[in-house]
């Protein structure tokens, strides 16, 4: 799954991004507090290894989202945009708690 979705959808009702791969006929969909726990950037995941507890706003909203070749940057509303997460990496943190 290296390659780039088909569509990228996000809703704002809802609060769900759907990444669609036709040609695999796979769509994975996430809300904004799970990305943003998730976050691929050295600063998070220096967050996550030195607290015992990574803090996310739960009402956190999307506020752009920007396609890369190798996957997407997400800016969110408590103004965080440094990560990018690769295709394959999305599909990993769908199997997390």
């Keep these: 799954m290296q390659n780039e979705p088909n569509s990228i959808e996000y809703d704002p009702h809802s609060q769900m991004i759907q990444f669609i791969w036709s040609d695999d006929d ?9 990305l943003r726990l998730h976050c691929p950037c050295v ?8 607290l015992p507890f990574f ?3 739960e009402d956190i909203a999307v506020k752009a ?3 890369q070749r190798y996957g997407v940057q997400i800016c969110f509303s408590d103004g965080h945009d440094k990560g990018i997460f690769p295709w394959a990496y999305l599909k990993e943190i769908t199997v997390l708690p």
């Design 43 to 50: 600063f998070c995941r220096a967050q996550r290894i030195r």
């Design 65 to 67: 989202i920007n396609s």
């Design 55 to 57: 803090v996310v706003q």
């Design 26 to 34: 796979l769509t994975l969909a996430f809300q904004p507090h799970q």
